[in-house]
C-alpha cells in the first residue's frame, strides 16, 4: 500500500495536460468486443479501472496488448460471455460489458456491479431498457443473466439520464436489427465520444450530446484506432487544485463547453478564467468567497465526480455554501477527513453546509472514494503543514500520476510505499 506525504501550503504554477477520459477509455474498450477486428485505443491512461477492463477482456479470451501509451484489442477469438464475480464487484464500470456481449454473443452473465462505495446504483435502467430490444433476464445466485435469440430496434424512454444506461443501449442496439431511438438519453460529451468511436467501426449513431439518439443497426463493424476524449474531471480537478492553493494554472486538452458549469462557480468564488480552444487558464490570489449552492446534475449541471474537490475548495473560502448531491444519497463520506483538518462542514443526508474557515491543518487522512480521495489530495495541497493521505488504491483508479503532475505545478507532494 502507498501513500501521499504533502506538504501544504504552496502555490500553484505551469500548465498540464489533461489526460483521456476515464470515463470514456472504459465503454470504448467494452465496444472493442462488437468486432472481431483490431482496435487501438491511443493515450490510455495508466489507471487500475483501466488494467481491470483490460482483464475483464483477457477473461473472455480476447487478446489485450499495451504498447507505449496505446492498448490494442484483438477478441477475434473471444469466446466466453460470463464475466467474473471478483472483476465485476471491482469495476462499476464492468456493467457495460451487457450490452457488448449481447451483441456479439447473444447471451451475457454478469455480477452486480462494484466499484467506489458512494452509494446504491441500481442497473434497471439498463435491464430495462436491454428487455425491450428483445432480451430475456433472470437473476440466479447473485449474477444477473441475460439472453436473446436476436436483438431488435425498439424505442426507448430513459426515466432518467443515466450515462451508463445510455452507452449500454448504444452497445446493444448498433447490431440490432431495425432502428432504435433512445428518448431520455444522457448528453455527456462521453456519450459523444462512444457515438464517434462506434461511427469510426461502421455503426450508424447520430444525436449524442442531444437526449434523442438514433441507431441503426448494422451488420458488421470493423477495426479501429481511436484517440479518446481527455479527462473534464481531471481538469476540473486541476483547476480547484489551483483555486483552492492559489496560482496561475493552464490545463490543456478540454475546453470551456465541456466545463462550463464549473468555470461559472469558480468565477464566482473570485477566480480569473480565460479559455481558448481546449485550454483554461485560472489565476487565484486571496481568500476566495463561498459559492451560495453548488448542485450536482446529470450533463450539462455540476458534475458529481466534482462535487467532493468543490465542496473542498468552499472550506477554505469567506462566507457559507450549500452542496446538495442529487445523484449518490453517500457521497460526503470523505467530510468527517475534512473535519479533522479543522473544516467546519456539516452534513445532513444529501447536503452538506459548509462554513469557510481562514485555514485548515495537516493531518493523516485516509481516502475512501476516488473522487473524495481527490478531495482530500487538495485539502492537503492548501493546508499549513504536513499531510498524508493513505489508502491510494481508491485514487488510483482514476488518476494518472496524479503525483507528478502535481509536482510539475509546484506541490511539494511524494508518494511513498507504507
Not at 177 to 192: D, F, M, Q, W, Y
Not at 349 to 364: D, I, M, Q, Y
Request: neutral net charge; aromatic residues 4%; hydrophobic residues 40%.
Amino acid at each position: 500500500m502507498d501513500k501521499f506525504i504533502i506538504d501544504g501550503g504552496r502555490r500553484l504554477y505551469g500548465s498540464v495536460r489533461a489526460q483521456s477520459a476515464k470515463n470514456s477509455v472504459l465503454p470504448l474498450l467494452a465496444a472493442s468486443v462488437l468486432t472481431d477486428k483490431r482496435v487501438t485505443i491511443r493515450e490510455t491512461p495508466c489507471i487500475s479501472d483501466v488494467s481491470c477492463m483490460a482483464q475483464i477482456l483477457r477473461e473472455l479470451g480476447a487478446e489485450v496488448c499495451f504498447h507505449d501509451d496505446a492498448v490494442t484489442i484483438d477478441s477475434s477469438n473471444a469466446t466466453e460471455h460470463t464475466i467474473p464475480s471478483a472483476l465485476t464487484r471491482e469495476l462499476r464500470s464492468s456493467v457495460f460489458m451487457l450490452g457488448s456481449l449481447l451483441t456479439r454473443f447473444h447471451r451475457a452473465v454478469i455480477a452486480y456491479p462494484g466499484g467506489c462505495d458512494i452509494g446504491l446504483r441500481p442497473i434497471d435502467l439498463h435491464l430495462n431498457a436491454l428487455k425491450r430490444l428483445g432480451v430475456s433476464i433472470r437473476e440466479r445466485d447473485g449474477y444477473v443473466v441475460c439472453e436473446c435469440d436476436r436483438l431488435r430496434g425498439a424505442e426507448i424512454q430513459l426515466d432518467f439520464p443515466s450515462v451508463g444506461a445510455t452507452e449500454n443501449i448504444l452497445l446493444a442496439a448498433v447490431k440490432a436489427e431495425g432502428r432504435t431511438v433512445l428518448a431520455g438519453a444522457a448528453k455527456e460529451p462521453e456519450i459523444v465520444d462512444l457515438q464517434s468511436f462506434l461511427c469510426a467501426m461502421g455503426a450508424k449513431v447520430r444525436g449524442a450530446g442531444s437526449d434523442l439518439i438514433e441507431i441503426e443497426g448494422v451488420k458488421e463493424l470493423g477495426g479501429v484506432e481511436y484517440e479518446p476524449v481527455k479527462d473534464r474531471i481531471e481538469a476540473g480537478t486541476f483547476l480547484i487544485a489551483c483555486a483552492v492553493c492559489g496560482g496561475e494554472v493552464e490545463v490543456e486538452g478540454v475546453g470551456a463547453q465541456d466545463l462550463g458549469i464549473l468555470l461559472h462557480k469558480l468565477r464566482e468564488n473570485g477566480c480569473k478564467i480565460h479559455t481558448k480552444n481546449d485550454k483554461i487558464e485560472i489565476s487565484s490570489y486571496g481568500r476566495l468567497k463561498c459559492n451560495r449552492r453548488i448542485e450536482t446534475m446529470p450533463f450539462p449541471g455540476f458534475p458529481t465526480d466534482l462535487q467532493a474537490q468543490a465542496t473542498t475548495l468552499n472550506a477554505f473560502c469567506e462566507g457559507g455554501a450549500l452542496i446538495v448531491e442529487n445523484l449518490f444519497e453517500t457521497r460526503f463520506k470523505y467530510v468527517p477527513e475534512l473535519k479533522r483538518m479543522g473544516a467546519d462542514i456539516e452534513v445532513r443526508g444529501r447536503n452538506a453546509f459548509v462554513r469557510g474557515v481562514s485555514g485548515l491543518h495537516g493531518a493523516v487522512l485516509t481516502a475512501g472514494d476516488l473522487r473524495g480521495g481527490a478531495a482530500l489530495v487538495l485539502a492537503a495541497l492548501g493546508a499549513e503543514g504536513v499531510s498524508e493521505v493513505l489508502d491510494l488504491s481508491h485514487i488510483d483508479r482514476g488518476y494518472d500520476d496524479l503525483q507528478g503532475k502535481l509536482k510539475k505545478l509546484g506541490a511539494e507532494i511524494k508518494r511513498v510505499r507504507v
